[in-house]
């Protein structure tokens, strides 16, 4: 039942946004996420400072997640995840820090993920870039979990 909702929600978007290719792509990474057990909490994030935005926050395994969706609709320009520079990974981590002081979670019980949506085709493919990156503002090498 609830991903027949899921699934009605997501064609009423795309009549009322078509060009709205973000938050399809958002809405694809947080059914992604919730089918391999992260539990998210929450959605568009903006720091009160103004720091930044955050498009998920989720708990997987006993972190506090932050993941920032990239949604391209062809590779012509490259992968999607390599849209997330440093000036934009800074900006999220500012926007997380603000976020783990104020939910009270420990800074060392939190990671950065990168959810990847490429939407040429019927089908997209997702790719969960978890650790994608890190204190020290440079990109970690990805573990990938499989493609959908």
Known sequence: MISWLYRFADALRRLSRKANQG????????????????????????????????????????????????????????APERAVDREK???????????????GVDWSKTRFDIVSVLAAGGRPQIQWLQDAFGEDNQRADPRRSTSA
Request: contains cysteine; hydrophobic residues 40%.
């Open 89 to 103: 990974q800074a900006r999220i981590r500012r926007a997380a820090r603000e976020y783990a002081r104020r939910a």
């Open 23 to 78: 938050r399809l792509g958002e809405d694809l990474a947080h059914r992604y996420l919730r089918s391999r057990g992260c539990t998210v909490v929450g959605r568009n994030y903006r720091a009160r400072s103004g720091a930044g935005e955050i498009d998920l926050v989720a708990w997987h395994n006993g972190k506090l997640v932050f993941v920032e969706v990239k949604t391209r609709a062809t590779a012509d320009f490259g």
